[in-house]
């Protein structure tokens, strides 16, 4: 119902006030935080968790209820307030904020479990919501609602208007993005401050029913978030025009005041914004629930046949790739695909065209196509893979590492890795992947070096805690293992092990098959090598490779189609670091590369099976 009685107007009006009050005397007793920018979401709290929002209090994360994603993560004490009104917990737990030994951190967490996912680094939380309310309306098929409250600081970055075009394409109609416009930023106001009006055409242009509306008036929200209800086929925005410290004489709408707390100025505060609550008793307003339950679903994924493959076939992995995702499909409804319209060359179209409903495309937005995968992960809704060149995932870096802070389940495969993608040049190789997944804490780095790895490296993701990065190649690869090859996170093969061997080589991917015809053409001369294929580079097996490395007489030589910083190189001298008579001689590109044929790249950067040839020779001999 649009209309809301006097009686309830009131209550969330005094409650809207309360929750600044929380937040005024949390960041006081924290030393530290953001009042300001919560006194301005006051209201817009007040009606969408005692109003407007349909949730069980006691299962925060239940499928059914509708979701709250805080993109302004800043704003945290009074996103932990409303819960802690709507008793979840209590309001004397809100002064143990930003403490050591307290999970209300200075931004959201799930490490609550009323959070879905991390914000506070800005511009990522309507992306999020948008693969959560993309899931809701496609998948689920459910009533339940997406809201998302957004600073206009934020609004600046551009992964907020790729959220903004992917909802308007989608229709999501079930998505309503509250902008917060209260006019100053961090050190200098917002850069449209209160021109609302531009804040309009900006989302109606983008396709997107949109709201102006008074953001301390509680019946105008209250009107506008039921209206936005009644809209079919197109995602709601609602420009709140608030003021940054409302209600706070001396610090409302004023510079100066962002992240600090009132200090000496909060009792004063506390008093004059009491004097403004009518009714002193409890509140007594609970949430409304869910009037639908949403199912579990089967979180775990196989293939539905093993690998396929005839031993020395041509298959580059990004097929397997494509191959391996049908096969999980098979078996599982709730696996999801979503690409950056590079799907023809990353071969997730092979999915799109077994299950076209299972498909989503996020077009050349690959802030928003990550960030849209963490949505859709989020409360195991469906199992996603994103996929893209490798390389566009740096574009999407911090997504990733704030998917990390998440604790999210995102698999990412990038393809066309390293210098062997050939003539397309430099800009489309990924020579960085590596070492940015390395540095992931959550990050499985998976990197098959044919079909058959590819295949389980894709059923092994699936069922993966965590991020997992796969990394895949262009070039078509001889097939090297069984199609009954077992494989198993952190555990690498000995792919050639030939008596006497008198260094171990450690390559993966193209430089695998490097290594393998190098072993080939040494052992014509006399000289034997033992060929280690890691499978994942984090975690790294090692313990075959150092069972390996004193065996060969304690010469390691790793070889990769990637920069050296960061790498399968590093990756192994730092797990070998512990012992004692190794030497690691590493093999990568250095340098910018350039266009040119694979076997002319890998020549001229010194990782092909000359290169190693001639480094086998030289360790040989030291």
Same mark, same amino acid.
């Given at each position: 119902m649009s209309e809301v009685?006097?009686? *309830?107007?009131?209550?969330?009006?005094?409650?809207a006030n309360q929750l600044r009050i929380d937040c005024i005397r949390s960041t006081n007793a924290g030393g530290s935080g953001h009042p300001t920018s919560c006194c301005s979401a006051a209201e817009i709290m007040s009606v969408l968790f005692f109003h407007q929002m349909k949730y069980k209090v006691k299962e !925060?994360?239940?499928?059914?209820?509708?979701?709250?994603i805080l993109s302004k993560g800043h704003a945290a004490p009074i996103l932990y307030a409303a819960w802690a009104e709507a008793g979840l917990f209590s309001v004397e737990e809100l002064l143990n904020l930003r403490k050591l030994n307290n999970d209300l951190e200075g931004h959201p967490t799930p490490r609550l479990n009323f959070i879905d996912v991390a914000t506070g680094s800005l511009g990522q939380g309507l992306s999020v919501s948008c693969g959560m309310a993309y899931v809701g309306k496609y998948f689920d098929k459910s009533d339940y609602r997406v809201y998302c409250l957004i600073g206009d600081g934020e609004s600046a970055e551009g992964s907020v208007w790729e959220a903004m075009n992917f909802a308007s394409v989608y229709k999501l109609d079930n998505l309503v993005a509250i902008f917060d416009v209260n006019r100053l930023g961090q050190s200098d106001p917002a850069c449209l401050e209160h021109d609302m009006e531009t804040y309009r055409k900006r989302a109606e242009a983008f396709g997107w029913n949109t709201y102006v509306v008074d953001g301390h008036d509680v019946e105008a929200l209250c009107k506008t978030f039921h209206d936005a209800t009644t809209v079919t086929g197109k995602p709601t925005c609602v420009l709140a025009k608030t003021f940054k410290g409302k209600g706070v004489p001396g610090v409302e709408d004023l510079m100066g005041w962002h992240g600090k707390p009132l200090g000496d100025k909060a009792e004063e505060a506390i008093k004059i914004i009491q004097s403004k609550i009518e009714s002193t008793g409890s509140h007594g307003l +609970?949430?409304?629930?869910?009037? =639908?339950?949403?199912?579990?679903?089967?979180?775990?994924? *196989?293939? +539905?046949?093993? !690998?396929?493959?005839?031993?020395?076939?041509?298959?580059?992995?990004?097929?397997?790739?494509g191959t391996a995702l049908v096969k999980l499909g098979k078996n599982?409804?709730?696996v999801i695909a979503l690409d950056g319209d590079t799907k023809n060359s990353t071969f997730s179209e092979t999915?799109?065209?077994?299950?076209?409903?299972?498909?989503?495309?996020?077009?050349? #937005?690959?802030?928003?196509?990550?960030?849209?995968?963490?949505? #859709?992960?989020?409360r195991n809704r469906t199992i996603p893979f994103v996929s893209t060149f490798a390389c566009f995932l740096s574009r999407a870096y911090d997504q990733i590492r704030m998917g990390a802070i998440s604790q999210t389940?995102?698999?990412?495969?990038?393809?066309? +890795?390293?210098?062997?993608?050939?003539?397309?040049?430099?800009?489309?190789?990924?020579?960085?992947?590596?070492?940015?997944?390395?540095?992931?804490?959550?990050? =499985?780095?998976?990197? !098959?070096?044919?079909?058959?790895?590819a295949e389980r490296a894709i059923e092994l993701a699936a069922n993966t805690k965590g991020i997992c990065f796969i990394r895949t190649s262009r070039p078509a690869t001889a097939v090297i293992y069984n199609n009954d090859e077992p494989f198993l996170v952190g555990k690498a093969k000995v792919v050639c092990s030939p008596d006497n061997a008198q260094v171990t080589v450690v390559g993966a991917g193209i430089t695998l098959h490097e290594a393998l015809t190098a072993a080939e053409k040494l052992a014509a001369e006399g000289i034997n090598i033992r060929v280690v294929d890691p499978f994942t580079i984090k975690p790294?097996?090692?313990?075959?490779?150092? =069972?390996?490395?004193?065996?060969?007489?304690?010469?390691?030589?790793?070889?990769?189609?990637?920069?050296?910083?960061?790498?399968?190189?590093e990756a192994v001298a730092g797990a070998l670091s512990g012992h004692s008579g190794i030497t690691v001689r590493r093999l990568a590109v250095n340098g910018v590369p350039r266009?040119?044929? +694979?076997?002319?790249?890998?020549?001229?950067?010194?990782?092909?099976?000359? #290169?190693?040839?001639? #480094?086998?020779?030289?360790?040989?001999k030291c």
């Open positions: 009685d006097a009686k *309830k107007l009131s209550c969330l009006r005094d409650l !925060p994360r239940d499928a059914a209820n509708d979701r709250f +609970c949430p409304s629930v869910p009037s =639908t339950e949403v199912p579990a679903i089967n979180m775990t994924a *196989k293939l +539905c046949e093993p !690998p396929s493959y005839n031993k020395g076939d041509k298959v580059a992995t990004r097929v397997a790739y599982n409804e709730h999915y799109k065209k077994a299950f076209p409903n299972r498909y989503v495309e996020c077009y050349i #937005a690959e802030q928003n196509l990550v960030g849209v995968a963490i949505g #859709a992960a989020c389940n995102v698999n990412l495969c990038g393809s066309h +890795c390293g210098i062997s993608i050939g003539e397309d040049g430099p800009s489309q190789m990924a020579l960085e992947d590596i070492a940015m997944f390395r540095a992931i804490p959550t990050a =499985t780095v998976f990197y !098959p070096s044919d079909a058959v790895s790294l097996d090692a313990e075959t490779l150092a =069972t390996s490395a004193k065996e060969t007489g304690g010469r390691v030589l790793t070889v990769e189609d990637h920069y050296p910083e960061g790498g399968i190189g266009s040119g044929k +694979c076997a002319e790249l890998l020549d001229m950067f010194n990782i092909s099976h000359k #290169a190693i040839i001639n #480094a086998v020779k030289e360790m040989i």
